[in-house]
């Protein structure tokens, strides 16, 4: 049954990331799709992010379909909210923010980082299952 819900979890993770990329290769700025939505951006660094996206969703999609690639699954998914977390912290965001909050970014990276804390959990059940 875990394997079952690390498999649906992660083309749940597809869906999200393809519609990242929409998002980011048409400008959409949408909170959840675009994390920092508010942000001054140039289309330019929004297409490359498009394009990189995608590879989570293929990384993510290739996890879903084979368990030995559940672990590079993870290692991304922490990084990213590593990444995230980082970003939030940095002058650069506070000086394009003028003093705004950065709350909704938290928000969205605790999400980011909830689903990668249920990605975890079900691969170790799954793992312990011998289901991977």
């Known amino acids: 049954m875990a394997r079952k819900i690390l498999k649906y979890s992660l083309l749940a993770g597809v869906a999200y990331f393809c519609c990242m990329a929409v998002a980011h290769f048409f400008g959409l700025k949408v909170p959840i799709l675009f994390v920092y939505y508010d942000t001054p951006f140039y289309a330019y660094q929004d ?3 498009a394009f990189a996206v995608v590879t989570y969703a293929c990384l993510f999609f290739a996890g879903a379909q084979h368990g030995a690639v559940v672990p590079a699954v993870l290692v991304s998914i922490w990084v990213t909210v590593l990444g995230l977390g980082a970003v939030n912290v940095s002058q650069a965001l506070q000086e394009v923010l003028s003093g705004r909050s950065t709350t909704p970014y938290w928000i ?3 999400l980011i980082a ?6 975890t959990i079900f691969y170790g059940r799954s793992r312990a299952q011998g289901a991977t």
């Open 47 to 49: 297409k490359i992010i």
């Open 114 to 119: 909830g689903y990668a804390i249920w990605l």
């Open 108 to 110: 969205q990276t605790a």
